[in-house]
């Protein structure tokens, strides 16, 4: 079953990009337009929706976390994030204009599941992304968008998560599009952008992997790693510490590059590893500058500079150790790219210190019970 691939990981990584053309297929209209029949929530009472709720828990959580820089740019209405089981243990503010988007992989995790029922119970509509089909989070919600990603075998989600941001980039532009924020051309544009993200991702699995391998191969008995990002980056970069975690068991933390001098900066010493996730270079984008001025400011102190950048960023090149590439692409479909050489790493360091990277000590593939 895992067609000459030596784990399901690995087999399902090399699916990143086919979980991406899967899931946009079948939802654009021959001009253009985002037809979304499946979601059968009336159209005028989308229109009035005025807050987004994503529940979601893990690697489903840091797709939220994704969407909402994409969705609050093209919609205009706040997005929260909330683990779904902090949010259904206190008293969250919800109405009958709150959609409350639950994300899940497996359909089927119980944390999530009580979180929608709790939020349908105070009336607001919830839309499931859900890559399961007829699983129970898909049953008891109102709509449904699903992933068409495909089984995910092992426990460490992978591609599930790059088909779970592209879901939510279409749902965020479904709104936009009934709502009337974003101009028709920009849509269309997006949706261009969008459809052009498997190739780039199939770049990074033709050019990259040997390289990405290496890394690992040279930092494997490393203690610790820091995982940094901004804006979209850094879930991107949450994301990429849990995998290296789940898998690899090596202690990571992940957090917003912007934090470093408000507290982990003490952290970095000589030698120790760091992952940052680098904006698009071009176009003298502010975010580069400062995630570059963090890079700096680590190597300073001895760190190891591991860079997942776009290809070619002359900033990156004289700092970095390790530099994991990318394409060009625009900042919102950035994570779609970065968070693949991420997950080939951690999969190479779990392989390397001899762990089974398809099932992971302590973890199941769906948490059913709270
Ligand atoms: C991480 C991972 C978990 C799941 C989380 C939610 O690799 O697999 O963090 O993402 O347990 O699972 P689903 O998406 O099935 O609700």
Redesign the pocket.
């Known amino acids: 079953e895992k067609g000459g691939w030596d784990s399901f990981m690995d087999k399902e990584i090399h699916e990143d990009p086919a979980a991406v053309q899967q899931t946009l297929m079948g939802r654009l209209s021959e001009d253009g337009e985002i037809q979304l029949d499946e979601v059968r929530i009336d159209e005028n009472e989308l229109k009035s929706i005025d807050k987004i709720v994503v529940v ?5 959580s840091y797709a939220g976390m994704v969407a909402k820089y994409a969705i609050e740019h093209w919609v205009r209405i706040p997005v929260e994030i909330e683990l779904a089981h902090e949010f259904r243990y206190r008293d969250p503010i919800l109405t009958p204009r709150t959609l409350v988007v639950a ?7 119980m944390d ?1 599941l009580m979180a929608l029922r709790h939020a349908r119970e105070q009336g607001s509509k919830v839309l499931a992304i859900c890559n399961t089909q007829g699983a129970s989070i898909a049953r008891e919600s109102d709509a449904v968008l699903y992933t068409h990603a495909g089984p995910e075998v092992a ?3 992978t591609k ?1 998560f790059v088909a779970q941001i592209t879901a939510a980039y279409i749902l965020g532009l479904y709104l936009a599009q009934i709502k009337g924020t974003v101009f028709r051309d920009e849509i269309r544009g997006t949706l261009d952008q969008l459809q052009a993200m498997p190739r780039k991702i199939q770049w990074i699995l033709d050019t990259q992997v040997d390289t990405i391998a290496k890394a690992a191969a040279q930092l494997d008995d490393a203690k610790s790693f820091l995982f940094l990002g901004r804006h979209v980056g850094y879930p991107v970069a949450l994301e990429g510490a ?2 290296l975690k ?1 898998i690899a068991y090596t202690f990571t933390e992940g957090f917003a590059a912007g934090e470093l001098k408000h507290g982990p900066i003490a952290l970095v010493d000589e030698g120790e590893p760091v992952v940052f996730i680098v904006p698009p270079a071009r176009g003298r984008n502010i975010l580069h500058a400062k995630v570059i001025s963090g890079i700096e400011e680590v190597k300073a102190r001895g760190a190891t500079i591991i860079a997942v950048a776009e290809e070619g960023d002359p900033d990156v090149d004289r700092y970095a150790d390790f530099v994991f590439w990318r394409p060009e692409c625009p900042t919102l479909m950035s994570p779609l790219v970065d968070v693949v050489p991420l997950q080939l790493f951690a999969m190479d360091m779990a392989n390397q210190k001899g762990y089974d990277v398809d099932k992971p000590r302590n973890l199941a593939k ?2 059913t019970v709270e």
């Open positions: 979601a828990c893990g690697t489903a994300i899940s992989q497996s359909g089927e995790t999530t426990v460490a989600s599930a849990l995998k789940e769906s948490v």
